[in-house]
C-alpha cells in the first residue's frame, strides 16, 4: 500500500480556504447562472455544489439513497460517479438557499472534525480515490477536487477569472504532481529512459520532473540537468488541471513544447485520468 504523508495542518488549512472560496463563488452566481449547465456533462452549476456538499457529508459519515436508476445516465460511468450523482439527485429539489445552507453546515461540521483529529489518525490507512493510501493523501485529493471545481464555476462564468489562491492550488497541484509518473509511464507508454519536464506556472508554480527507469517516478533532477529532458511541457497550473479532469473546455494547444514532439503528443492526450 502507498503511504503518503502530508502535513495536516497544511492540507486543512488548504481545504477550509477552497471551501472559503467556493461558498463565496457560489453565493455570487445569479438565480439563471446558478441553474445554467455546467462545463459537466449532466449538471448545471448548482449540481457541482451539491456534489461537494455530497462527498463532504459522505466523508462525515452520512448517505442518501438514489432516487431513481442513476446507473442508467450517460455521464455515470463507474461506482464513484454513482455515489456522486446520489448526492446531487438529493439537492435538485432543493432551493439555492437551502443548498448552500447546507454548504455552511458541512463545512463547519467537517472542519471541526478535520481540527480534532490527530496526526496518527491523518496519517492512518484509508481507502482513496486513487486506491489504499493514507487519510491525509484523501484529503489532499478533496483539495485538487474542489479546486478543479472552483475552476469549473468560474468556467461557467466565463469571465476570464482563475483561482488566485496559492494555498489551495498548491496542494492541488501536489496531487496532480503525485500522478504524473502514472501518466507518463502507464498512460503514454513513454519508452524506457524518457525524462519529461513539466514547466507549472501561475499560482503556485513548480517544476516537476518524471523519468521512466523501468516504471516511471518523480526525481529531483536529471543526470545532465534539465536541458537533458527528452521533452519540456511549458503549461499553466489551471489548464493542466483542466487538461487531467478531461474536460472539454481544456485546450491542449496551451501546452508549449520543447523537445521531443512525439512523446510530448502522447503524454498531452493521455493527462485526463481523473477518474
Known amino acids: 500500500m502507498a503511504h503518503t504523508v502530508v502535513d ?34 449532466g449538471w448545471t452549476n448548482a449540481d457541482i455544489v451539491a456534489h461537494i456538499i455530497g462527498t463532504e ?3 462525515a459519515g452520512r448517505d442518501v439513497e ?14 464513484i ?15 439555492r438557499d ?21 496526526p496518527e489518525e491523518f496519517d492512518a490507512e484509508s481507502a482513496t480515490p486513487a486506491g489504499p493510501d493514507t487519510y491525509g493523501r484523501f484529503m489532499r485529493i478533496r483539495v485538487f477536487d474542489c479546486w478543479i471545481h472552483e475552476i469549473d464555476l468560474r468556467d461557467a ?4 477569472s482563475v483561482p488566485s489562491d496559492p494555498v489551495p492550488a498548491g496542494a492541488a497541484l501536489d496531487e496532480i504532481s503525485a500522478s504524473l509518473p502514472f501518466v507518463v509511464g502507464k498512460r503514454a507508454a513513454a519508452p524506457d529512459g524518457s525524462t519529461v519536464r513539466f514547466e507549472v506556472v501561475g499560482s503556485a508554480p513548480r517544476v516537476v520532473r518524471v523519468a ?30 483542466r487538461l487531467a479532469g478531461g474536460r472539454r473546455d481544456a485546450d491542449p494547444s496551451a501546452v508549449i513544447v ?17 477518474i
Open 8 to 41: 495536516k495542518d497544511a492540507i486543512t488549512a488548504a481545504l477550509r480556504a477552497e471551501w472559503s472560496a467556493l461558498r463565496t463563488l457560489a453565493g455570487q452566481f445569479t438565480d439563471e447562472q446558478w441553474s445554467a449547465s455546467s462545463v459537466l456533462p
Open 57 to 59: 457529508s459522505m466523508l
Open 66 to 79: 438514489a432516487a431513481d436508476d442513476i446507473t442508467a445516465r450517460s455521464h455515470v460511468r463507474n461506482p
Open 81 to 95: 460517479g454513482e455515489l456522486n450523482e446520489r448526492w446531487v439527485d438529493h439537492f435538485r429539489g432543493k432551493s
Open 98 to 118: 437551502e443548498v448552500l445552507a447546507a454548504l455552511d453546515e458541512i463545512i463547519e461540521v467537517r472542519t471541526a472534525a478535520l481540527l480534532a483529529m490527530s
Open 157 to 160: 462564468l466565463a469571465d476570464g
Open 212 to 241: 521512466v527507469n523501468g516504471r516511471a517516478g518523480l526525481v529531483d533532477a536529471f543526470e545532465g540537468g534539465d536541458d537533458a529532458a527528452d521533452v519540456t511541457l511549458h503549461v499553466d497550473g489551471v489548464e493542466l488541471a
Open 258 to 274: 520543447t523537445g521531443d514532439d512525439e512523446l510530448a503528443r502522447a503524454v498531452i492526450a493521455r493527462l485526463d485520468y481523473v
